[in-house]
């Protein structure tokens, strides 16, 4: 299957900064990205779908001026966690969508101190 | 709303042993995908398999095959000599088929496999 990479797998920041995770698409271009959420022992939380050129459409509840996606290219889409806040730890993955098929990046874990 | 449930937290099977993992979903639409994605503790999700609701033959991969119950919403998932690379949580998954506004995938909450050695 078709290959989406995430960078970084793991960063640890200090409370207040801004982290920026990449989400690509490797061996295929995909219109349609998504972000999810995953919380220890749970399911995976869709946040928001990005749609290459265009905003991205967020779920309920999830704060858009927090969690800005960019989604500039055909194979790259980013999600920068602003301010972040220990509540913000999490593991990020991003998922992107070739035809009918959807591909899942390997995560990345957020620890925010 | 579409809703997917998964009744089983986690679940236990001896190695080279069947097991099936439940699930049941909630739409009103008539065309859609069902999938089974497998999370090892590497935390990369998986695609074990799918269905189209439109094909009445239940859908294999190998050891991977789907009990597809159209009209009791129910969509389980056999797993067939059970080895112990399988353990990992399983997620059922529903998508709706046309690409529109809606078509993002539906999680369950997850059934946690133990194989047994």
């Known amino acids: 299957g078709a290959v989406v990479s995430q960078h970084p797998s793991r960063v640890i920041c200090k409370s207040g900064t801004s982290v920026k995770i990449e989400c690509r698409s490797l061996?295929?271009?995909?219109?349609?990205m998504f972000w999810y959420r995953q919380f220890p022992k749970q399911s995976l939380m869709l946040m928001a779908t990005?749609?290459?050129?265009?905003?991205?459409?967020?779920e309920q509840g999830v704060e858009k001026d927090k969690f800005l996606i960019n989604h500039a290219s055909l194979t790259l889409s980013t999600l920068t966690v602003t301010s972040a806040h220990p509540e913000d730890s999490s593991f990020y993955i991003c998922?992107?969508?070739?035809?009918?098929?959807?591909?899942f990046g390997p995560g990345t874990r957020l620890t925010v101190l | 709303a579409q809703t997917v449930t998964q009744s089983q937290p986690e679940m236990s099977v001896q190695e080279a042993e069947t097991v099936t993992l439940s699930c049941t979903y909630d739409?009103?639409?008539?065309?859609?995908?069902l999938f089974w994605y497998k999370q090892p503790p590497s935390r990369q999700m998986i695609l074990v398999i799918r269905?189209?609701?439109?094909?009445?033959q239940n859908a294999t991969e190998n050891r991977f095959s789907v009990n597809f119950q159209k009209a009791a919403k129910s969509f389980s998932l056999k797993i067939s000599d059970s080895q112990l690379g399988d353990a990992a949580m399983y997620f059922c998954?529903?998508?709706?088929?046309?690409?529109?506004?809606?078509?993002?995938?539906?999680f369950g909450k997850g059934t946690r496999l133990h194989i047994l050695p």
């Open positions: 998922s992107a969508r070739q035809g009918f098929e959807q591909f």
């Open positions: 061996d295929f271009q995909a219109t349609t």
């Open positions: 990005s749609n290459e050129g265009s905003k991205a459409t967020y």
């Open positions: 739409t009103s639409e008539s065309d859609y995908y």
């Open positions: 269905q189209e609701a439109y094909k009445q």
């Open positions: 998954a529903y998508r709706i088929r046309p690409m529109n506004r809606d078509d993002k995938i539906i």
